[in-house]
């Protein structure tokens, strides 16, 4: 169960759009369609912003979308605004019935 | 709403026990996997554990395996996760998840495992 691969930090202008990559492995994000994304603020709790890859939940803006290619899925937002500044985390389902975490990315918003 | 409130944190010694309790509300219990996921102070988030919607299943984390057991009581609308042998990387916010999209989550609570 090791953790998936994301950056440890992205940044980006207000207005621009930003990319964050998540590698896992044949085990984790490859086999399956059940990556998610949730936006964290310190001292708060985690927040989900995508599942199954692309899907946003009610309420979560359409600025945020999710891909995924092999066992590379990636989240972007477009359009940053000052508000997006936080901490970002992917996951995925795996073949041992467990699921697991990236190690989470920092996005500063320039 | 959905509602998740997590109790039962606090410190207690390397080698001792501590039982988590996730108070649900707003959903029904029994349509619904129930996760724990915690989070070392300034680290990532770790998945913990699951309970399968009708709770049959149970799996766990690697690190957890063996000392850890997540149970629920569905006429209380509680889930539970009983921590024994903890140790000192044990220490962390958990946090009490719906769903296997996680789509909500708790406040979290905090254990510290220290002497």
């Known amino acids: 169960q090791s953790a998936l691969t994301q950056p440890a930090s992205v940044s980006g202008s207000p207005g621009q759009s930003i990319t964050i990559s998540c590698t896992g492995t044949?085990?984790?994000?490859?086999?399956?369609?059940?990556v998610s994304w949730y936006q964290q603020y310190p001292g708060k709790a985690p927040k989900l912003l995508i599942y199954?890859?692309?899907e946003r939940p009610s309420g979560v803006s359409n600025r945020l979308s999710g891909s995924k290619s092999g066992n590379t899925a990636s989240l972007t937002i477009s359009g940053l605004q000052s508000e997006d500044e936080a901490y970002y985390y992917c996951?995925?389902?795996?073949?041992?019935?467990?699921?697991?975490f990236g190690g989470g990315t920092k996005l500063t918003v320039l | 709403q959905v509602q998740l409130v997590e109790s039962g944190g606090g410190v207690v010694q390397p080698g001792r026990s501590l039982r988590l309790s996730c108070a649900a509300s707003g959903f029904t219990l029994t349509s619904y996997a129930m996760h724990w996921v915690r989070q070392a102070p300034g680290k990532g988030l770790e998945w913990v554990s699951v309970i399968s919607y009708d709770g049959n299943n149970q799996y766990y984390g690697d690190s957890v395996k063996g000392r850890f057991t997540i149970s629920r009581d569905t006429s209380k609308k509680t889930v539970y996760l009983q921590m024994n042998s903890l140790r000192a990387e044990d220490t962390a916010v958990y946090y009490c998840?719906?769903?296997?999209?996680?789509?909500?989550w708790g406040q979290g609570i905090l254990v510290t495992v220290s002497s």
């Open positions: 044949s085990y984790d994000i490859g086999p399956y369609k059940y």
């Open positions: 998840v719906r769903g296997d999209n996680h789509e909500n």
């Open positions: 199954d890859v692309t």
């Open positions: 996951s995925s389902y795996t073949t041992s019935k467990s699921w697991v």
